[in-house]
């Protein structure tokens, strides 16, 4: 089987420590959590404000839901 190159593994010419993709300082990586951070924020912020304009809406689905989570601890053993 032929060998693969796989972009963790550096190829004959690259010294060990350098690997293909990253910056040597890490800087793109930081940007790019922090994106990610950014838009899952931003994810969580939509959802919320969808979960509360579906309870005004549906203020029955609400009330059962309420009065199930309370059965639900009311039955819970510490």
């Not at 690997?19 to 994106?35: K, L, M, N």
């Amino acid at each position: 089987m032929p060998d693969r190159n796989f972009h963790d593994m550096p190829s004959q010419g690259e010294e060990p420590g350098t690997r293909r993709g990253t910056e040597p300082e890490g800087g793109a990586e930081r940007d790019r959590g922090a994106e990610r951070r950014r838009r899952r924020a931003q994810f969580l912020r939509d959802l919320a404000e969808a979960r509360e304009l579906r309870d005004r809406v549906q203020p029955r689905r609400v009330k059962v839901a309420r009065l199930r989570h309370a059965m639900r601890m009311r039955t819970f053993r510490w």
